[in-house]
C-alpha cells in the first residue's frame, strides 16, 4: 500500500495562507481520486477536498469553497492543499487519503499519514 506522509501545517493568524502537502511512497496514486480531511478536537473527521484521478475535477466542502484549492503533480506523487484567508474554524489535524464516490459522498480508503496540524489564531 501507499505510505502518505502530509507536511506544511503550522501556525498562521487569521486571514493568511498555508500550503498542505501529501506526499506518497511505495506505490503511486496517479490512478487515484485523492482527497483531504479534517479533525478539531472533539469533533468527527470531515471531508474537505477531493481531486479525480485525472486531475480534472475538483469537489470541496462548502465551509472552505473559494478559500481552498486541491492540486495534485503525479509526477511528484504529491497532492497539495492551498489554504487562504484562514479562519480560527480551520483549526485542526489535516490528513490526506486516497478515495472514493459512494451516493455522492466521498470517502476514505484505510490508508492515512500522519496528519499535520494547522493551528489559525484570532
Known amino acids: 500500500q501507499v505510505q502518505l506522509v502530509e507536511s506544511g501545517g503550522g501556525l498562521v493568524q487569521a486571514g493568511g495562507s498555508l500550503r498542505l502537502s501529501c506526499a506518497a511512497s511505495g506505490r503511486t496514486f496517479s490512478n487515484y481520486a485523492m482527497g483531504w480531511f479534517r479533525q478539531a478536537p472533539g469533533k468527527e473527521r470531515m471531508f474537505v477536498a477531493a481531486?479525480?484521478?485525472?486531475?480534472?475535477?475538483?469537489y470541496y466542502a462548502d465551509s472552505v469553497k473559494g478559500r481552498f484549492t486541491i492540486s495534485r503533480d503525479k509526477d511528484k506523487n504529491t497532492v497539495y492543499l492551498q489554504m487562504n484567508s484562514l479562519k480560527p474554524e480551520d483549526t485542526a489535524a489535516y490528513y490526506c487519503?486516497?478515495?472514493?464516490?459512494?451516493?455522492?459522498?466521498?470517502?476514505?480508503?484505510?490508508?492515512w499519514g500522519q496528519g499535520t496540524q494547522v493551528t489559525v489564531s484570532s
Open positions: 481531486i479525480s484521478w485525472s486531475g480534472g475535477s475538483t
Open positions: 487519503a486516497k478515495v472514493f464516490n459512494i451516493e455522492g459522498s466521498w470517502r476514505p480508503y484505510d490508508d
